[in-house]
């Protein structure tokens, strides 16, 4: 059955259970603090976790760990081959690796957004933050409340700096995406859902709770703007691409 899957989705689902294993059970946890997406003024990023977020899933060590790289590849199986057979490969790699691309560039424009809201903040209480980014220790001071304050916001720009992206959902969001604009009255059944639904009303739905989860740091650990962007890529080429559906290679 897997060998029917056609080559370029059956080989990034390759890839990603081929460096799960390495990552989790030759090289953990140094493979994920090398190939993980950092937020692109960390001390920890560099320029090919643009890319290489993109094959790395939570630890199997984690709570979910293991579920996170069986949903990404479950849903890439779902709709993937569909795409892949109808743009034809150079199109289906192009949607996949933008799509990844666009969700790694709308969830660090929103990390940049909070960490220069969080710099601002610290500046103004004393500290320099210049250092701290990059890597130095900084001096405390002030009165009781302004430490305090001092921590909270340190803890929260550490969480930028220090939390890293990872996985496919960004690229197979642009996927789901596409699939949703270039058949949008296909029905799929998802789970809590008793009946099939269409997706062209589903994907908005969960276009708008992501943006939801994303601002508003609801998000449990999930990268919910990276899946909108991903998304938003995958709209945009299928749109462009459906006006010229029957003529692709």
Do not use: C
Not at 15 to 31: E, H, K, Q
Not at 36 to 49: D, I, L, M, R, T
Not at 134 to 149: C, E, F, R
């Amino acid at each position: 059955m897997f060998n029917n899957i056609p080559p370029i989705t059956r080989n990034i689902i390759i890839i990603n259970i081929v460096v799960y294993l390495i990552a989790n059970f030759l090289y953990y946890p140094s493979l994920y603090n090398t190939l993980s997406g950092f937020y692109p003024f960390s001390p920890n990023f560099k320029s090919w976790q643009i890319i290489t977020h993109m094959f790395m899933h939570a630890p199997f060590r984690e709570p979910g760990g293991f579920m996170h790289i069986l949903f990404n590849m479950f849903t890439l199986f779902s709709f993937g081959p569909v795409l892949e057979q109808v743009l034809g490969e150079k199109k289906y790699i192009l949607l996949y690796f933008a799509s990844g691309l666009g969700s790694f560039f709308l969830f660090n424009l929103w990390n940049f957004v909070e960490a220069q809201q969080i710099i601002s903040a610290l500046q103004s209480l004393g500290l320099n933050t210049d250092a701290y980014i990059s890597g130095a220790g900084v001096q405390l001071s002030g009165n009781a409340d302004t430490v305090l304050k001092q921590r909270d916001l340190l803890g929260s720009l550490d969480a930028i700096l220090k939390t890293p992206m990872m996985g496919a959902s960004g690229a197979i969001f642009g996927v789901v995406a596409a699939f949703a604009t270039l058949y949008p009255d296909a029905k799929i059944g998802i789970m809590f859902i008793p009946v099939p639904i269409k997706v062209k009303y589903l994907l908005p739905i969960i276009v708008v709770i992501s943006i939801y989860l994303g601002v508003s740091g609801n998000g449990g650990g999930i990268a919910h703007l990276a899946h909108v962007g991903g998304a938003l890529v995958g709209w945009l080429l299928a749109r462009n691409w459906k006006k010229h559906l029957y003529r692709f290679n």
